[in-house]
Structure formats: structure tokens, C-alpha cells
């Protein structure tokens, strides 16, 4: 028998049956905070049995408290189907040709309206389903080599990337695209550009801040965005590929070694750390900002280096910090440790007996600064330069998580403490630079009269 209530309980599915209102149904309902119309949606398992969730014209959905309404009429009932179909993608004579590897995440993911969740549920070969304009832009294949979310992936998923990224380079492909979920999009994309050196094409990482489903999603522009990349882009590197302005006008390119994501909603979450992006892009064309990258070549020469300890781990230093935080590490077997300090590189002399026996047994610690923008310098206070004379190396201005990353590359091909020191203070591709440009930190507060001035030019 066909479930005409889905997810709806008690009260909810009283007042349902009372006025003979299905799940997808098209619905004008009349409360005391005023009338609307929409399709009734399933329910989470998991919720109230006080609310009715309706979509709305706008495609955004609102919950209506049961209590309010004094009058529900069904207009119309047509039950909704979420699944893009899958179509095969037509191949167009002289386009260049782009892999995409699909990871999950929100870039291709369905709502999941029994638990209420968004889950990584279209295949990558749904997306030209969702997405034609990509046929006029490359011919794309694809492959699903994982269905998680973003904080599920880790090595092992960063070196079958990085030997798929191989076999398609040797196969010949002009670029290729990794469908990705934001949260943790930088990890993979520094982890990528430490175990694929001296790319002949563009490897460009996506996701979208807001699921297929919502009329403000970034997916479709952002795929785009990626395949000019991928296909016509001149910078051969490992590059994230997310919205510039919160507008719909371009996108950025950013260095995989020095990208965050910097807001947990926004679409324009994406930001590059003490630096400018690589350049902006938009559905026609790639516009280089930085002139330093590397060119795309025709040969099929690669360095693959899969390599990952995984026994390696970040810590974020606060004052009152206690020393058997370190201690527990060593004991727990790790063999490498991140610090984000204060200031310049620095912690408080209580860690200091705990830092000295993690390091006379074994253990690789290295200083980073938690302030994102600005470099360690632990020689111009007592503090840095004691923490130096117990074996604390200094990463200049190498961002917290990335210095993670690399250090966790970089073990998983040595223990020798001067090869890994070595390795780590030799930048592959900017995760260190020289000097930050004037405009690499530009960070402006709304309240500020020239501030607010810029800001109502764009948003009136």
C-alpha cells in the first residue's frame, strides 16, 4: 500500500488526514500567520510531530506549526522524482576531453528526505543530466571512485587519487575534474599536490556549498567553472576551483597549497591564505591573476608519490595548554605533530618538558602559526627560540593544516629527522612562500564608514 504520509507522526499526520493532504501534494494552506502554497514534503524520521514541511514556489522550504493552521485544500498531487537520470554524454568532434572523478559530497548529492539529510547519491554520470552546458564546454567521462563525505576521506583515498590521476595522464586526457565535498576540499587538494608532481594539465578539485536541490546552489556554475579549467585552462597544478563573489559573475582558481575554507555556508567560502588566487574563471574563459604557475605541456610525464603516514596529528595551542596532551601522543605511537602557536610560534614553557622528551624520542614537531595570515618567526622572543633549541622547526608561513599534510607525506617516505626537515621547509609549490603580497591579507570589518561605502556599490 502506497504511504501517503511519510515521515508524518501524531499530530502532524491527524492534521493530514483531517483534511485529506498527501505528501506531494500541492497544498494551499491557511494559518493565523498567513496564507501559503507549496508541496507538502516528506518528514524526517527523526523530527517533531508539530510541523508540516512545506516547498514553496521560491523551491526554499518552511515548517509550519500545526497549532497555526485553520484550514489545509489539496489543488493538485503529482509525487515529485528527485533522481536525475543518468545520459550518456555525446562526444563532440575536437573538444578537449576531461575525467571526472566523483568523491561525493554536495556537488552531486540528493536531499535524503527520510532522514532529512543530504547525501552523496547521484553518480558523476548523472551530472550531464543535471548540468548539459558541461557537453559544450568538453567531452567529459566519469568515474565514482568513492561515495563519502568529505570528512571521510584520508590516505586512502588521497593515493587512489593520485594514481588514477596517473592513469589518465598516461591515457592521454587534457585535464581532469574531482568532484569533492568543501569541508575538507583543501586537505585533499595540498595532499594531491604533494603526491602528483610536475602535472602536464590542469587537476582541479570542485564541490558546492548548497545541495542540487536548492534554487541557490553553486553546483551547476561551479562544474562549469571547472571543466573551462580542466579542459582550456592553461595553469597545469592542482587547483580548487569554487565561487569568487558572492555573485554568480566568476569563479576562483586557488593553489592547492594555500586554500581554505573560511565559512561554513557561504557560497564564497573559498580563500586564498597570504597570497592572491591563481586566477578567476568564468563559463567562457580563464583569466591568470599570478603569473608564477606552471604551464600546461603535451607530454605525459608525471611523478606519482603516494605517500602518507598516518600517525601524525595537528595541535591547536591555547594558554593553560598541559604538556601530557603531548605525552598521550607519544604513548599513542604518533610520529609527527603540527603546533598552531600564538604569534610568532609560540607555547607556554609548561609544554616544554613534554615537547623535549616527544622529540629525544623520535617524534618530528613542527611550528606553524594559528593566525593564517604572517609567518613563524621563533627567533625574535626568548619563546621561539628556546622551543628551536629543543627541536621545534619552524614552517615559516606554511598553513596549520596543509603543514599537516605534508608532514604526514613527507614521513610516510622517511624518518631520517634531517631528510624530513629537509622536505619540509622545500616548498613543492608555494605551501612556503618568500614574502606575502601587500594584498595577500586584506580583511575589512563591516561598521567601518569607508568600508560600508565599498560594500552598498554591490549589495543594495
Known sequence: MKDFFQGYKGDALAILKKYKSRVWGLNHIETTRGEFTGTILPRAENDDDQHIVLK????YNIGINIKTITNMEEKDYKEANYKVPEKEFPYKEGQ????LFGTGGTIASRLDYRTGAVIPAFSPGELYGSVPELADICNLTTEKVFAVFSENMGPQQYIALAKAIGKEIEKGIDGIIIAHGTDTLHHTAAALTFMVQNLPIPVVLVGSQRSSDRPSSDAALNLMHAAIAAGHGDIAEVMVCMFGPTSDEYGFLHRGTRVRKMH????STFRTLGDTPLATVDRHKVSPIKSD??????????????YFEEKVTIIYYYPNMQGDIIDALVNCGYKGIVIAGTGLGHVNKDVYPALKRAIEKGVHIYMTVQTMWGYTHMFVYD????????????????????AYIKLAWALGQT????????IMQTPINDEI???????????????????ESFVKKFRK
Open 56 to 59: 514553496i514556489e521560491t523551491g
Open 293 to 306: 604557475y606552471k604551464h600546461r605541456r603535451k607530454d605525459k610525464n608525471v611523478s606519482i608519490l603516494p
Open 264 to 267: 561554513s555556508s557561504y557560497r
Open 415 to 422: 624518518d631520517d629527522r634531517d631528510e624530513v626537515k629537509l
Open 433 to 451: 612562500t618568500k614574502r606575502e603580497p601587500y594584498n595577500g591579507y586584506l580583511l575589512y570589518q563591516g561598521g567601518v564608514p569607508e568600508v
Open 96 to 99: 578537449a576531453s576531461v575525467k
Open 383 to 402: 619563546t621561539g627560540r628556546d622551543l628551536m633549541a629543543l627541536g621545534v622547526v619552524p614552517l615559516d608561513n606554511m598553513i596549520p593544516e596543509i
